[in-house]
Every structure is written in structure tokens, then in C-alpha cells.
Nanobody, 113 residues
């Protein structure tokens, strides 16, 4: 059974930084592309970033240059480093593995002064 656990969210002021983590189990992590999504109140869930098994990455235009996705296959963990945070980044952030339809519980990020 696939299990995804996100952590690292919190409340920060605009311009601040956070690092999210997602620990995965129940999958062969090293061969799976991994995504970070987010969902703001009243909005649809949107794809934020993707990292492929070989390390290539893609980002939504809204976070390009501010967010960095990375992975540690030895720890079965994917990260999202978020810098220069804006109020519009406020959302619940989720990770997802391409090899599974499962979602974790998400982690709340709030950017507010």
C-alpha cells in the first residue's frame, strides 16, 4: 500500500522560505516521477513541480525561479524548497507519485503579513 506523508508547512511572512518534505513508502521510489501539487481555498488542485527519476524537473510558471524540487532516493523522500514566498502561494501542498493514485494528507502553507 502506498503511503505519502507531507511535512514542513507553516506560516511565514511574504518573502520568507519553507522547505516541504514528502516521505514515500510502498513504491519503488527511485523509478517514479514525483509531483508537488497545491490547492488553495475555493480553487482546483494545481501542479506546482515535477521531478523525474533521472532528476530532470519542470515547474509551473507561477513558481519558476522561486521553488526548487529535489529528491533523495536513499531516503524515499522528495522536497520542495520554496523561497520568496507570496500570499498567493497560500495553499495545502500535496505530493504524488506517478506510479500511484494515492494522495497524502497534505501540509498547510500560509503566507501572510
Amino acid at each position: 500500500q502506498v503511503h505519502l506523508v507531507e511535512s514542513g508547512g507553516g506560516s511565514v511572512q511574504p518573502g520568507g522560505s519553507l522547505r516541504l518534505s514528502c516521505a514515500a513508502s510502498g513504491i519503488i521510489f527511485s523509478i517514479s516521477a514525483m509531483d508537488w501539487y497545491r490547492q488553495a481555498p475555493g480553487k482546483q488542485r494545481e501542479l506546482v513541480a515535477t521531478i523525474y527519476s533521472g532528476g530532470n524537473t519542470n515547474y509551473a510558471d507561477s513558481v519558476k525561479g522561486r521553488f526548487t524540487i529535489s529528491r533523495d532516493n536513499a531516503k524515499n523522500t522528495v522536497y520542495l524548497q520554496m523561497n520568496s514566498l507570496k500570499p498567493e502561494d497560500t495553499a495545502v501542498y500535496y505530493c504524488k507519485a506517478w506510479v500511484s493514485s494515492s494522495w497524502g494528507q497534505g501540509t498547510q502553507v500560509t503566507v501572510s503579513s
